[in-house]
């Protein structure tokens, strides 16, 4: 027998809403605190980045300086390109973490706000101008 009571499709729309809300929200949150790691694990893997640059760097540079007869001048370079290329990877890995946990902060907001919460959020409230 079917029921006579009318379908509330505001209401409908609104639950709807705040589940893909809260979905969206713990997906991001997951991701993040995944890519993340600990603070601990993502210090040893910008440490490891710059080292592993300055060393590929040094060592190309000594191989061309003991195949052409240059030394120590290709070595010096090397050393300077690698040094280089380790920091541009450290300053990638962080702007890449930085963002993801921008993210994540960004939805913890907008849960918040849709729970009738205050904000927590300091990024997205300087953003704002508070």
Do not use: H
């Not at 490891?48 to 070595?75: F, K, Q, S, Y």
């Amino acid at each position: 027998m079917p029921d006579s009571k009318p379908i509330d499709e505001a209401a409908l729309d609104r639950r709807l809403a705040e589940f893909r809300a809260a979905r969206t929200v713990e997906q991001v949150r997951a991701d993040a605190s995944r890519t993340a790691g600990t603070a601990m694990g993502l210090g040893f893997r910008i440490g490891i980045e710059l080292v592993v640059g300055v060393a590929i760097g040094t060592g190309g540079g000594w191989a061309l300086d003991r195949w052409l007869g240059t030394a120590p001048w290709l070595m010096i370079v090397g050393l300077i390109v690698g040094f280089a290329a380790g920091l541009r990877n450290v300053f990638r890995s962080a702007d890449t973490m930085g963002k993801k946990w921008d993210a994540a902060e960004q939805a913890d907001a907008a849960r918040n706000v849709a729970a009738g919460r205050e904000s927590t959020n300091v990024a997205a409230d300087r953003e704002k101008g508070k």
